[in-house]
T-cell receptor, first 118, second 113 residues
Framework: GAVVSQHPSRVICKSGTSVKIECRSL??????MFWYRQFPKQSLMLMAT?????????EQGVEKDKFLINHASLTLSTLTVTSAHPEDSSFYIC??????????????FGAGTRLSVL | AQTVTQSQPEMSVQEAETVTLSCTYD???????LFWYKQPPSRQMILVIR??????QNATENRFSVNFQKAAKSFSLKISDSQLGDAAMYFC??????????FGTGTRLTVIP
């Protein structure tokens, strides 16, 4: 099956620093990638939709200046948490959409990144 | 508005037995896709099974099958011959092809040896 690589799997940083998370589709081109945030024992919350070559679309309530998304190629999207604070500590998951015939798109997920801000 | 509802926060099943996880959804679209994803303790999201709404035949993948009732907007997952490795969070999800996945709140499945 399709593989999505997410790196790093875990990061610990000091408050005020910025953290970059990478999401790569390894065996297919993804014009669209998604970034989710998951709180403990909760479902995935969509943060933004990342489109290759254009600006990301952010969900309501998500600060675009706090969570910078860049989708510079068909296989790579990055999420940068700027000036991270303890409340940004969470589990972040990326997903890449693989387009198939007849609109049968399937989203494949990275393994997630656990961010801890001290 | 599209919503996905999983009414069972937790379920348990004896090893080798069968369990059914419930999911209902609300949409005004006629063409859409339904999915069940599994999230084990590693937290990697794994696609378990998918169903195209235009297909009447229920999807099956080995021990996993669905009961898709389009009129009732119901999409339950049946796991047969449950194994210890089936223990995980299970998320029901939906999309129309062009947009993103809408997830339910999840059901935590425990498999009892």
């Amino acid at each position: 099956g399709a593989v999505v690589s997410q790196h790093p799997s875990r990061v610990i940083c000091k408050s005020g620093t910025s953290v970059k998370i990478e999401c790569r589709s390894l065996d297919f081109q993804a014009t669209t990638m998604f970034w989710y945030r998951q709180f403990p024992k909760q479902s995935l919350m969509l943060m933004a939709t990342s489109n290759e070559g254009s600006k990301a679309t952010y969900e309501q309530g998500v600060e675009k200046d706090k969570f910078l998304i860049n989708h510079a190629s068909l296989t790579l999207s990055t999420l940068t948490v700027t000036s991270a604070h303890p409340e940004d500590s969470s589990f972040y998951i990326c997903s890449a959409r693989r387009q198939a015939r007849g609109g049968k798109n399937i989203q494949y997920f990275g393994a997630g990144t656990r961010l801890s801000v001290l | 508005a599209q919503t996905v509802t999983q009414s069972q926060p937790e379920m348990s099943v004896q090893e080798a037995e069968t369990v059914t996880l419930s999911c209902t959804y609300d949409t005004s679209e006629s063409d859409y896709y339904l999915f069940w994803y599994k999230q084990p303790p590693s937290r990697q999201m794994i696609l378990v099974i998918r169903q195209e709404a235009y297909k009447q035949q229920n999807a099956t993948e080995n021990r996993f099958s669905v009961n898709f009732q389009k009129a009732a907007k119901s999409f339950s997952l049946k796991i047969s011959d449950s194994q210890l490795g089936d223990a995980a969070m299970y998320f029901c999800a939906y999309h129309t092809g062009a947009n993103n996945l809408f997830f339910g709140t999840g059901t935590r499945l425990t498999v009892i040896p």
